[in-house]
């Protein structure tokens, strides 16, 4: 329970900066990842999170190039980032038809409530 905690915290900073930032709004769709194992018999936790599909068509599917000024960064930082980007895409595929559209307001104040409980 101590790890689904841990995670939950992680993962309400990211979203709640997100949120902060303005990149989310509470009414915006993410997609969530649950595990594949339940806790207290029936409550899959959530264990990782991505921007709506359309956001992640976006950001994998277009090259670097036109995203960004590759002069702006040293080689081993671009290439560092390509490999980021492809490893994401990797991962994103494996993931997605496990994926679930929620709004975000909603996975906050289920994270926030398993929290509450799980301590």
């Known amino acids: 329970m101590k790890k689904i905690v841990s995670n939950y915290k992680m ?3 990211e979203i709640n900066e997100e949120v902060q930032e303005g990149v989310l709004s509470e009414n915006d769709n993410i997609q969530i990842l649950r595990e594949t194992s ?3 018999d029936t409550y899959y936790p959530i264990s990782d999170w991505y921007y709506d599909t359309f956001v992640m068509d976006e950001e994998l599917n277009t090259p670097l190039e036109e995203m960004y ?3 702006e960064f040293s080689e081993d930082e671009w ?3 390509k490999l980021e980007q492809e490893e994401t895409k ?3 595929e494996e993931d ?3 994926l679930v ?3 975000v307001k909603d996975v906050l104040t289920e994270m926030k409530q398993m929290v509450k409980l799980l301590k």
């Open 96 to 98: 997605q038809p496990k």
């Open 101 to 103: 559209s929620m709004k």
């Open 11 to 13: 993962l309400l900073d």
């Open 79 to 81: 290439k560092q980032m």
């Open 69 to 71: 000024l590759p002069e």
């Open 38 to 40: 339940a806790v207290m």
């Open 90 to 92: 990797k991962q994103y």
